[in-house]
């Protein structure tokens, strides 16, 4: 795994680099940190912070995506959390908030799992019932109205920091190294990859496909709603319309950005993460250089594309899956 | 003949949440309502027929919503800044997306990629060009604009029956004539069905794949230009998640999204389901809009759990154990 990390991370890793001299270029002072109250303040932090709803999203769809599904729902169910984390702040303690928002989204990822694992329904389609009907939902929590707290406690968790880092990328860092302790310390990460190589070869060979199945949006639907409460407490508000409104979208595009097929089978969990630091990098990149933000639609499209050619069996030539898919196809 | 029973049901549903409708607001069944829930979701209906031949094929198309915003800011912009005749505008930008969704069906079909992240792409693409034309959302004040909104048919009751609305019902009747009577239609069914039994049956699967995504995407642009009928305006953020109303209006319409079953006037049933919704959410005044999203996905859950019990109910006798298998 370590030998394999490097050479497979190679182009993600040197994408990132571009992207970096090239805000360098655009912003001179990209690069400076400096310290401030304890804190370490500069655009780098920056990028780190504003890329950690993603980077906690791309961690539970990279593991969806590995067994060939997709979660459509992670931006509404950031939004169900957002709101009941900020309608329960100010009249109960951090635990009972993060219960009660981790809780809900443990829920919506179970019934996620279960349309797809034991009804036995297309993960696209699937999720996208909780995708219409969560921002709803969140709605219905909220009251339609934007929803502001002032518990010092939840807003620690947005704007504070621990050791110089902002809370949220110390929490993203820590649910990456523990979900890499989980999946990649023990078998799980072979099972999962297992299930989406093929289900049913795997069901036959004694794997619990529908147990890994159902796992793994219920971690999606905990790292989208760990995604929520952030994003609900850098604003102090939640705004049941907007939060997490396309961050779907990011996610799956970071997943695939850090090389991770959407035909399952592979994954790597540090490599969406770089992907949705690559994003993020992109974002502020073009927000410095004094481009509209609407530009970075444009150039997501783009990256999009030019990631999935470079992916799509047919165009890389690799001669094993090609292989594999003429099998099938004949 | 195979896709009657879903769409059965949801004209049952209709008719049943209608007479429900009508019974706590009277007023509900007159031609004035219905003349304009057709007008207000005439863009929807026309962009869901699109997607209805998507779906039947076994695809999908999340780029609708992002071409209608590009369509209204370019038609904005070519006949109010650019001084460009409105037929003429109609014409190119019809070109451009059907142009625009046989590039998109070429990349699904010689790359062999998903249909869903390669339209996601051109979801981001259009929408982003959208962006480039304008941020601001044009008023169109071309004669053609108030000629066209002013134009109406006189129904009995006082309803009115606008342009926009016969445009629509135009487009579905076309659409399901197109797909029931024609050779094309029978190739989406067989494309959906199984494209490596299509292939081998001599279905250009290529040619298929770029003119079905062609064809959602010129019904996208033509959606775009009604949308712009209808606000007289060209935004960019307009019909912002349209592509998530046309799949839920196509799957309450019995299709199923695995492709091979459906039918164009079941998508126009539901169609009419959600304006239904929402027509009754402005009746009663006290719910809220959100209302309208909760409706719609416990109607989907519905609907899809439904193809999903008749589908295993019809695989029953041939495997034993068909739940894991997607």
Not at chain 1, 180 to 201: D, H, M, Y
Not at chain 2, 87 to 96: E, M, N, P
Not at chain 2, 174 to 181: P, Y
Request: hydrophobic share 55%; proline share 3%.
């Amino acid at each position: 795994m370590t030998a394999l990390l490097p050479r497979r991370g190679l182009a993600q890793i040197l994408a990132l680099i571009v992207i970096l001299a090239v805000d360098r270029v655009v912003s001179p002072q990209f690069f400076d940190l400096r310290l401030q109250d304890g804190r370490l303040f500069g655009s780098l932090i920056d990028v780190l912070n504003r890329g950690t709803p993603v980077a906690l999203l791309s961690l539970g769809m990279v593991l969806v995506i590995a067994t060939r599904g997709i979660d459509l729902s992670v931006g509404a169910v950031m939004a169900i959390c957002g709101a009941i984390a900020a309608s329960l702040a100010d009249s109960h303690g951090l635990p009972v908030v993060l219960a009660a928002a981790l809780g809900a989204g443990l829920v919506c990822g179970l019934w996620n799992g279960f349309l797809v694992a034991v009804l036995g329904m297309q993960p696209i389609v699937a999720t996208l019932i909780l995708m219409v009907a969560g921002r709803g939902i969140a709605q219905l929590i909220t009251e339609g109205r934007i929803v502001t707290f002032s518990s010092p406690d939840l807003v620690w968790l947005g704007n504070g920091s621990v050791l110089g880092l902002p809370v949220p990328v110390v929490i993203a860092l820590g649910m990456l190294i523990l979900t890499g302790a989980v999946v990649r310390g023990s078998a799980l990460g072979l099972l999962i990859e297992a299930t989406g190589g093929n289900a049913r070869a795997s069901e036959l060979a004694g794997v619990g496909t529908r147990a890994m199945i159902l796992s793994v949006y219920v971690w999606c639907g905990v790292c989208a709603a760990l995604a929520g409460v952030i994003a609900a407490a850098d604003i102090m508000g939640a705004d049941a319309n907007n939060a997490g409104l396309w961050l779907e979208l990011d996610a799956i595009l970071a997943v695939v950005i850090g090389g991770t097929s959407l035909f399952g089978g592979r994954f790597s969990l540090v490599l969406a993460v770089l992907g949705a630091l690559i994003i993020q990098t992109m974002n502020t990149g073009i927000l410095l250089s004094g481009y509209p933000p609407e530009f970075n639609l444009l150039v997501k499209a783009v990256v999009v594309l030019a990631v999935l050619l470079l992916q799509s069996p047919k165009f890389s030539g690799l001669a094993g899956i090609a292989a594999r898919l003429r099998r099938t196809k004949a | 003949m195979k896709g009657l029973p879903p769409v059965l049901i949801t004209a049952i549903v209709l008719v049943a949440g209608f007479a429900l409708c009508a019974m706590q607001f009277p007023n509900i069944a007159s031609t004035r309502v219905v003349g304009n829930l057709l007008t207000d979701n005439a863009f929807l209906g026309i962009v869901a027929t699109g997607m209805t031949f998507v779906i039947i094929s076994g695809g999908i198309d999340l780029s609708v919503g992002s071409v209608i915003g590009f369509t209204t800011v370019f038609v904005a912009l070519a006949i109010e800044r650019w001084g460009v005749p409105p037929l003429v505008a109609f014409v190119a930008i019809l070109a451009l997306s059907a142009a625009f969704g046989a590039a998109m069906g070429a990349v699904i079909h010689v790359f062999d990629l998903p249909p869903f992240i390669v339209t996601l792409a051109g979801m981001f693409l259009a929408r982003g060009a959208s962006f480039l034309l304008s941020t601001e959302s044009v008023p169109i004040t071309a004669p053609v604009y108030s000629t066209v909104s002013d134009f109406a048919l006189r129904m009995p009751g006082g309803g009115r029956l606008t342009a926009i609305a016969i445009i629509m019902l135009v487009i579905v009747i076309g659409g399901a004539l197109l797909l029931h009577l024609t050779r094309f239609g029978a190739n989406v069914y067989a494309l959906g069905g199984s494209r490596v039994t299509a292939s081998l049956m001599g279905v250009a699967v290529g040619k298929m794949t770029v003119k079905i995504y062609m064809l959602s995407s010129l019904l996208a642009g033509i959606a775009g230009i009604v949308f712009s009928f209808y606000t007289s305006a060209g935004y960019s953020l307009s019909a912002v998640g349209v592509e998530l109303d046309s799949i839920a209006a196509v799957v309450i319409g019995g299709t199923l999204l695995t492709g091979g079953q459906g039918s164009v006037i079941g998508t126009f049933l539901g169609v009419l389901i959600q304006g239904m919704i929402q027509t009754y959410i402005n009746f009663d005044g006290t719910l809220s809009s959100w209302w309208t999203k909760i409706a719609t996905g416990v109607l989907l859950f519905a609907f899809i759990a439904l193809q999903q019990g008749l589908v295993a109910l019809a695989r029953r006798p041939v495997t034993k154990s068909a739940g894991a298998a997607s």
